[in-house]
T-cell receptor, first 111, second 116 residues
Framework: LAKTTQPISMDSYEGQEVNITCSHN???????ITWYQQFPSQGPRFIIQ???TKVTNEVASLFIPADRKSSTLSLPRVSLSDTAVYYC????????????FGTGTRLTVIP | EPEVTQTPSHQVTQMGQEVILRCVPI?????FYWYRQILGQKVEFLVS????????KSEIFDDQFSVERPDGSNFTLKIRSTKLEDSAMYFC??????????????FGEGSRLTVL
């Protein structure tokens, strides 16, 4: 599985847009890029998944350039409740659903 | 909204004791997983389970660990003889489909295991 690299931590003020970039240089053709959110003492929660270009849902947008070696999770107008750890994962497109979590990015939203 | 439920939320046990963590996956899901997270560390894959057998397991999932789906609803993780280093949050997850390009894993809230 491709290794992912993302910033260890980020701070943002409430109401700002937050962009978290993840690099995955060794991504394979069948791999999908998936982002999860985790609050303290809770299980990870799926945010968004994409293969290429742009994906948007009610929570976030995911931007993936043509070479797919990186991706950017965009959270619009963050609030205090968005303070959490955000994980970028490269998930195998076939086979068992084994997600391998890295250390994630700890986002702190400041009032 | 359907959710994965786990019990107990917290269990304290003595080293060497057996522990069973229970999970009720979402009812129409077919693939089940256990992950663990030692305090302050990464979420680590333990095992995946489909059609009443283990699909894949990690190096962490040694002979002390076992999983079972004893009935149509429960999915259990057993640790036969707990060690101090088994202290962690254990997460159960499920999904209806095979292949992570087709959707998300649904995680439970976790069971915190403390081994003394």
């Amino acid at each position: 599985l491709a290794k992912t690299t993302q910033p260890i931590s980020m701070d943002s003020y409430e109401g700002q847009e937050v962009n978290i970039t993840c690099s995955h240089n060794n991504i394979a053709t069948n791999d999908y890029i998936t982002w999860y959110q985790q609050f303290p003492s809770q299980g990870p929660r799926f945010i968004i998944q994409g293969y290429k270009t742009k994906v948007t849902n009610e929570v976030a947008s995911l931007f993936i350039p043509a070479d797919r070696k990186s991706s950017t999770l965009s959270l619009p107008r963050v609030s205090l409740s968005d303070t959490a750890v955000y994980y970028c994962l490269v998930a195998r497109g076939t086979g068992a659903n084994n997600l391998f979590f890295g250390t994630g990015t700890r986002l702190t939203v400041i009032p | 909204e359907p959710e994965v439920t786990q019990t107990p939320s917290h269990q304290v046990t003595q080293m060497g004791q057996e522990v069973i963590l229970r999970c009720v996956p979402i009812s129409n899901h077919l693939y089940f997983y256990w992950y663990r997270q030692i305090l302050g560390q990464k979420v680590e894959f333990l095992v995946s389970f489909y059609n009443n057998e283990i699909s894949e397991k990690s190096e962490i999932f040694d002979d002390q660990f076992s999983v079972e789906r004893p009935d149509g609803s429960n999915f259990t993780l057993k640790i036969r003889s707990t060690k101090l280093e088994d202290s962690a949050m254990y997460f159960c997850a499920s999904t209806p489909r095979r292949g992570t390009n087709t959707g998300e894993l649904f995680f439970g809230e976790g069971s915190r295991l403390t081994v003394l």
